[in-house]
């Protein structure tokens, strides 16, 4: 199937700092990929829609200033978590399809997902 | 909008025995997909099974099976033999046929397979 790379697979930096997470499709080009949230113990909470060449389509409550998503070109989106805190600290997992459109039996490929710790 | 819900925080099984874990959708598209991944302590998440709301037929892959009653809107995913490996979360999930056809899931369930 679709391979989707995640970097990095963790990551601690200090409060304040910004930390970029990278999400590539290695062998297709997705026009849409997702960013999902995933606090401990607890489900995949869907951030925003990240669509190449356009700007990203956030859910409610997620600050786009917070989370500045990225999608320059089909095979890379970036979610950048600026001046991040403590409770930024999380495990964040991107998703792309493969084909991109139709309801069909395509599932969404995962990258390995970012466990980021803000201290 | 949509909604999926699982009833399960956790499951016990018994090595090979078969287990049931629990999901119910609500949505107002007639047409859907349904998604069961398992998502081990690594965190990558492992797609297992997926359903489309036209299909007439009930999704198997493997060991895997899903018992889809669509009047009742559940979409159950049944696994058989259950093996030490299979002791991870597992999420249902929908993808909506609109938009941008993203995936919500639902809270998952915790299945613990004991020897």
């Known amino acids: 199937g679709a391979v989707v790379s995640q970097h990095p697979s963790w990551v601690i930096c200090k409060s304040g700092t910004s930390v970029k997470i990278e999400c590539r499709s290695l062998d297709f080009q997705a026009t849409t990929m997702f960013w999902y949230r995933q606090f401990p113990k607890q489900s995949l909470m869907l951030m925003a829609t990240s669509n190449e060449g356009s700007k990203a389509t956030y859910e409610q409550g997620v600050e786009k200033d917070k989370f500045l998503i990225n999608h320059a070109s089909l095979t890379l989106s970036t979610l950048t978590v600026t001046s991040a805190h403590p409770e930024d600290s999380s495990f964040y997992i991107c998703?792309?399809?493969?084909?991109?459109?139709?309801?069909?039996?395509?599932?969404?490929?995962f990258g390995q997902g970012t466990r980021l710790t803000v201290v | 909008a949509q909604k999926i819900t699982q009833t399960q925080p956790g499951m016990f099984v018994q090595e090979k025995e078969a287990v049931t874990l629990d999901c119910t959708y609500d949505?107002?598209?007639?047409?859907?997909?349904l998604f069961w991944y398992k998502q081990p302590s690594s965190g990558e998440m492992i797609f297992l099974i997926y359903?489309?709301?036209?299909?007439?037929q009930n999704a198997t892959e493997g060991r895997y099976s899903l018992n889809f009653q669509k009047a009742r809107k559940s979409a159950n995913l049944v696994i058989s033999a259950s093996q030490l490996g299979d002791s991870a979360m597992y999420f249902c999930a929908m993808r909506e046929a609109t938009g941008f056809q993203k995936l919500v899931f639902g809270t998952g369930t915790r299945l613990l397979v004991s020897p």
């Open positions: 359903q489309g709301s036209y299909d007439q």
């Open positions: 949505t107002s598209d007639p047409s859907y997909g």
């Open positions: 998703s792309a399809r493969d084909p991109p459109t139709g309801v069909g039996n395509t599932e969404a490929f």
